[in-house]
């Protein structure tokens, strides 16, 4: 018999829980408000957290947010990418949550940090088990350009993903980058939205874990 189960985040990490995921270390790339901080620490409260978000605007939230969910928690004010160093990015001041980097000054855009995900774990010299949570607006494969070694160690993958654009957004180009590049399987997925002019499936969430990662009864290609 097949289920109606619910969509949201909460009720897909729960599933995530229950196949046995577990990781040491969550980031939250794009975090925002960091919104998902207390759903990780819900369902696995001794992992530490890294809030990696490029507009300042949102640092003062985050830093709140890690007040209120404990330690093991580090807010890091740069955009994740394929290098160290800085970058320009640019905001909407009507939008909080939109915003890219780009190559050169313009209008509404300010001179970030740029680190490699790479880096981070070096410079902290973590070891363990990571999970990986985008939200980055089609820079994907950019930021994993600098998340090799990262990638190694990561077992748990989250991000949103479109049905339109280019290949680098959608979501079935992007579920065979993912198993052909890191081995990670597509298992899950989250609030999926349709666009309200013609009802065509628009954005979605999808979830990832490494196969012999979890307890699932069998993994099969059919």
């Given amino acids: ?98 915003g890219a980097l780009i190559d050169q000054p313009a209008e509404h855009a300010i001179l970030v940090p740029k680190v490699r995900l790479d880096t981070v774990i070096e410079e902290r010299a973590l070891d363990g088990r990571f999970a990986l949570k985008l939200d980055v607006h089609g820079a994907e494969r950019t930021i994993l350009t600098g998340a090799r070694r ?26 065979v980058y993912f198993e052909e590049e890191f081995g990670l399987r597509c298992i899950d997925m989250a609030e999926p939205k349709w666009r309200p002019y013609d009802n065509a499936l628009w954005q979605l969430d999808l979830y990832f874990v490494r196969p012999e990662g979890t307890r699932l009864a069998e993994w099969r290609l059919t």
């Fill in 1 to 98: 018999m097949m289920l109606d189960l619910p969509t949201t985040h909460e009720s897909a990490l729960a599933r995530m829980a229950a196949w046995g995921v577990t990781f040491d270390h969550f980031f939250d790339v794009g975090a925002a408000g960091g919104t998902w901080g207390k759903k990780i620490r819900n369902l696995w409260p001794e992992t530490s957290i890294f809030f990696v978000e490029a507009a300042p605007a949102w640092v003062p939230q985050l830093k709140q947010a890690a007040s209120r969910l404990g330690g093991r928690i580090e807010v890091l004010n740069a955009a994740a990418g394929d290098e160290d160093g800085d970058a320009y990015f640019r905001f909407d001041p009507d939008n909080p949550y939109g």
């Fill in 150 to 175: 990262f990638m190694e160690q990561c077992d748990f993958v989250v991000f949103e993903t479109y049905n339109f654009g280019p290949a680098t957004r959608r979501f079935g180009q992007m579920a």
